[in-house]
């Protein structure tokens, strides 16, 4: 009997050992976690940067299109250069109206037959500090439209 007693003590310390060794790796793996952690956060945030950038440079640049083929419309339908500027300026709804630039070529009187062709740029400006430091003062997106005028 006071050898199985001995024995069942052993176990019993040994189990007692091995719960203190599995405390202490379970305590060093919680700092491990927040390490990596620390790690991939930066990572997941520039893609999440990354992606809401790319989404307003794709908008602008459908509506700086949008704008284009509006106006040479409207320059095809007889209207005058101010008109078309005006208007280009109106279609480019959701995007910084003071960065747009309108050309007409050609500029003033067109014949029925003539090709008219507009051009909008767009001074694209990011939003996030390190996509701006890395295009500086922007990113410049243009589109022009050719119609024959009725």
Known sequence: MGTKSLTSNVFV????????????ILKNEKGQALVEFALIIPLV??????????GR???????????????????????????????????????????ITVAISPAGSRASGDQITVTVTYQFTPITPFVGAIYGNGIGISADMSMRVE
């Open 13 to 24: 310390r040994l189990s007692m050992f091995e719960v203190s060794v599995m405390r202490e």
């Open 45 to 54: 945030f520039l893609l999440i940067f990354a992606m809401l950038e790319t």
């Open 57 to 99: 440079f794709v908008h602008a640049a459908y509506e700086v299109e949008h704008a284009s083929r509006e106006s040479v419309r409207l320059g095809a339908l007889g209207g005058n250069d101010a008109e078309i500027e005006a208007h280009a300026i109106a279609s480019a709804s959701g995007i910084d109206s003071s960065q």
